[in-house]
């Protein structure tokens, strides 16, 4: 699976044969498919990689997205690892200067600058990024990136936000483990409206990566 995952990235750098984006998924599904990934033929210097959510931590907090991208990837193939600042004074300032160097980064194409490929992981309440149900953040239809108060976890998040990872060229979700089965076969088979779901159904290209206990409910296979 995670072989799989990281066979997709490598084609899509490689595809493009030049600058392009990776957003970087949180939580513990991605190291394994960094591990392979600092291993594979790939040209980083071409390469920026960014966060498609962080935690509102320090950066060398063991729950920062960032310190786990660098330690897990980054670190290992010189990448840099643009994040957001959470040394600043609250969410929302660093939330919009985050959106702010986003822009900067983007890849035109064709006329059209948006990020290439995008690493999202799902949750299993149907969350991904830290677009969680139920919160502020999947009501917003213009930013690109914004602050999100997550009540039930009592944390604030950053989060690319719906319009940002809809105007992704590829989205690739990497979703592992029994547990994640159920909400899974939800989202693929019966378009059970969570936020993974959300952003998968509006997305430009959208590639599922599941090993076969998380793939175990779906219908059609
Ligand atoms: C985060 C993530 C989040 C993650 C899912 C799955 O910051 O936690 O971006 O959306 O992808 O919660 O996490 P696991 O891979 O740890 O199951």
Redesign the pocket.
Known sequence: MAARAAEHVSAAVRDAGGPFTIGL??????TETHRLLARADIDWSNVSLWL??E?WVPHDDPDS?AGMARRTLAGAVGAEVVAPDTSLPTPAEAAADYERRLQEIWVERDGIAAPDLVM????DDG????LFPGTAALGETERSYVENWVADKGVWRLTATLPLLWSARTLLFVVVGEAKAGVVGEIIDDDVPYPAHLVSSRAADVIWVLDSAAASRLGRV
């Open positions: 998924a949180g939580g513990s599904t991605p498609g959510d935690r997205n999202l992981g799902i949750g969350h991904t990024a830290s």
